[in-house]
């Protein structure tokens, strides 16, 4: 006869360890995977920043994105009135993008595994930077040249409220809560979903003060 302690071996149990969070099919939140790493990747995006500040961007309507970006890896994300692409140089400085340090590739890689996406080789790191009242409307990512591979979200800083969609804009979203440390996989069936951020409330993270930083890895060439 199976005991109360039976259940800590159901099958759901096993599919679900404590701070994995499925969303999707094929989409995750590993909550608190970053933090461990919060020593490494603090100096590193310093050095990043140093190089390619944040700026932000104006979409090809015209309108200016409330969140400010910058990006490392072999190429960068870049919005202007021509549209929406990848770049290997930064049009700030006309230089290449900083490199992709090593342990933000790591966390990155290790990240994807345990989301079941083994073999992600990011050459893109775009960095967000949100300050109360900014967001991100919905959108999909698709300026990537292909979509077998996943895209990895980490959030620092101050929380947010994440809307994760379905394939079309209107779909209904679930309305998903980030915090410091929590790293969000997605990809496979799910690698298109129309998704955005909630505008940020004002805050001071201990850490990160009054921002919220996202960095979203991706294989774009
Ligand atoms: C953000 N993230 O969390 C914006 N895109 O600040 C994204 O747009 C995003 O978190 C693709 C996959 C994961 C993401
Ligand atoms: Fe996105």
Redesign the pocket.
């Known amino acids: 006869m199976p005991g109360p302690t039976a259940d800590l071996f159901a099958d759901d149990a096993l599919q679900q360890p404590a701070g994995r969070e499925q969303i999707g099919d094929e989409s995750y939140v590993l909550r608190g995977y970053a933090l461990p790493w919060i020593d490494r990747l603090l100096p590193a995006l310093r050095g990043i920043l140093a190089q390619s500040p944040f700026r932000q961007m104006v979409t090809p309507g015209g309108f200016t994105m409330s969140a400010a970006l910058s990006s490392c890896g072999a190429l960068g994300w870049t919005s202007a009135h021509h549209g929406y692409r990848y770049t290997s140089l930064d049009p700030r400085s006309q230089q290449p993008w900083p490199a992709m340090p090593d342990e933000l590739r790591e966390l990155a890689v290790l990240a994807a595994a345990d989301a079941g996406f083994i073999d992600f080789n990011p050459d893109a790191c775009l960095i967000n930077r949100y300050v109360a009242g900014a967001k991100m409307s919905l959108?999909q990512?698709k300026n990537e040249r292909r979509f077998d591979a996943p895209?990895v979200s980490v959030s620092l800083g101050l929380p947010a409220i994440f809307l994760f969609g379905g394939h079309e804009r209107s779909d209904k979203t679930q309305k998903i809560s980030l915090f410091h440390g929590d790293v969000v996989v997605w990809g496979g069936v799910d690698r298109l979903r129309f998704?955005g951020v909630m505008p940020i409330k004002e805050g001071l993270h201990p850490i990160m003060g009054p921002q919220r930083i996202n960095l979203?890895f991706r294989t774009a060439g």
């Open positions: 959108h990512d895209v998704h979203t």
